[in-house]
């Protein structure tokens, strides 16, 4: 009986052993992955190291949780930093775990989460799930931004969604530049009668009565600082005045007037 009893002890000896021996391989495991952890996402250092060299305070990226209409401003924001501050990060990994540290709440938090799990699996030690930051913008893309962003695009630029109609000039301009990047168009030409096309009625007529310096429709940019320079309605009369020898009947230069007028209110 009593042999019986030491046999049991010393079979429930050897099984906490060998649980003993996992336990210990796993905290291997993690304590193996502890400095790498540390050294890989800069805290304090990167927001010192490069912003005193040059004397630049560069704003660290907001949180990301997994709102897609966010996400390419997320990774602009970070990939603006790492260009600024290029020597707080020691290599490619860094940069790749500096950004998901941002990425706190909501779907971004557990994708985060899914990264780290995978490169703690004892098959995958060693290893990492992006090869470079390229790698991992590729992922965050496919994972975060729009899928069709550039038919979406096209499609509001094919129709007249994208008319100014009751908007201010800057919120249609601020808009159509967003859609031209995003619609990827790259034809001048083309570029310039959209964007003719969406404006306000009136607005059109202005530009198109105006007796010099009008925009050119082979450049956009030409149209865009029209609106873009802050001009007050004396200015804006100016820009559109018809020059004092130029010939035109007073038909003519009552619309001009009135579509001046216009004009100034909506800039």
Same mark, same amino acid.
């Given at each position: 009986m009593e042999g019986k009893r030491l046999?049991?002890?010393?079979?429930?000896?050897?099984?906490?052993?060998?649980? &003993?021996?996992? $336990?210990?391989?796993?905290?291997?495991i993690l304590i193996?992955? !502890? /400095?790498?952890?540390? @050294?890989? !996402?800069?805290? $304090?250092?990167?927001?010192? *190291?490069?912003? %005193?060299?040059?004397?630049?305070? /560069?704003?660290? /990226?907001?949180?990301? &949780?997994?709102? #897609?209409?966010?996400? =390419?401003?997320?990774? @602009?924001? #970070?990939? *603006?930093?790492i260009r600024l501050c290029p020597n707080s990060? $020691?290599?490619?990994?860094?940069?790749?775990?500096?950004?998901?540290?941002?990425?706190?709440?909501? +779907?971004?938090? %557990?994708?985060? *989460? #899914? !990264?780290?799990r995978w490169e703690e699996q004892p098959e995958n030690v060693g290893y990492h799930k992006f090869v470079d930051w390229e790698d991992f913008q590729d992922e965050f893309k496919r994972e975060f931004c729009p899928v069709y962003a550039d038919s979406a695009a096209i499609? +509001?630029?094919?129709?007249?969604?994208?008319?100014?109609?009751?908007?201010? *000039? &800057?919120?249609?301009?601020?808009?159509?530049? &967003?859609?031209?990047?995003?619609? +990827?168009y790259s034809d001048p030409k083309t570029i310039v009668v959209k964007f003719h096309r969406g404006l306000d009625t009136q607005i059109q007529n202005a530009i198109a009565? =105006? /007796?010099?310096?009008r925009p050119s429709d082979m450049v956009p940019t030409d149209w865009y600082t029209v609106f873009w320079t802050p001009y007050t309605k004396k200015s804006v009369c100016k820009l559109l005045m018809i020059e004092p020898n130029f010939p035109i009947n007073p038909c003519s230069r009552a619309h001009d007037r009135h579509s001046v007028s216009f004009l100034a209110m909506h800039l």
């Amino acid at each position: 009986m009593e042999g019986k009893r030491l046999a049991t002890l010393e079979q429930a000896f050897a099984e906490l052993q060998a649980k &003993d021996a996992n $336990t210990q391989h796993k905290l291997d495991i993690l304590i193996s992955h !502890i /400095p790498q952890s540390k @050294n890989l !996402i800069p805290s $304090t250092q990167i927001t010192s *190291v490069t912003p %005193k060299a040059h004397g630049l305070k /560069p704003a660290l /990226p907001s949180e990301f &949780d997994r709102d #897609c209409t966010k996400g =390419m401003a997320f990774l @602009n924001s #970070c990939q *603006v930093y790492i260009r600024l501050c290029p020597n707080s990060f $020691t290599d490619e990994q860094a940069k790749i775990v500096w950004a998901m540290s941002y990425m706190k709440a909501g +779907r971004a938090a %557990k994708w985060s *989460v #899914c !990264i780290f799990r995978w490169e703690e699996q004892p098959e995958n030690v060693g290893y990492h799930k992006f090869v470079d930051w390229e790698d991992f913008q590729d992922e965050f893309k496919r994972e975060f931004c729009p899928v069709y962003a550039d038919s979406a695009a096209i499609n +509001r630029l094919e129709s007249t969604a994208y008319f100014q109609k009751s908007r201010s *000039v &800057d919120e249609y301009l601020d808009e159509f530049q &967003d859609l031209i990047t995003e619609a +990827r168009y790259s034809d001048p030409k083309t570029i310039v009668v959209k964007f003719h096309r969406g404006l306000d009625t009136q607005i059109q007529n202005a530009i198109a009565t =105006m /007796p010099s310096g009008r925009p050119s429709d082979m450049v956009p940019t030409d149209w865009y600082t029209v609106f873009w320079t802050p001009y007050t309605k004396k200015s804006v009369c100016k820009l559109l005045m018809i020059e004092p020898n130029f010939p035109i009947n007073p038909c003519s230069r009552a619309h001009d007037r009135h579509s001046v007028s216009f004009l100034a209110m909506h800039l």
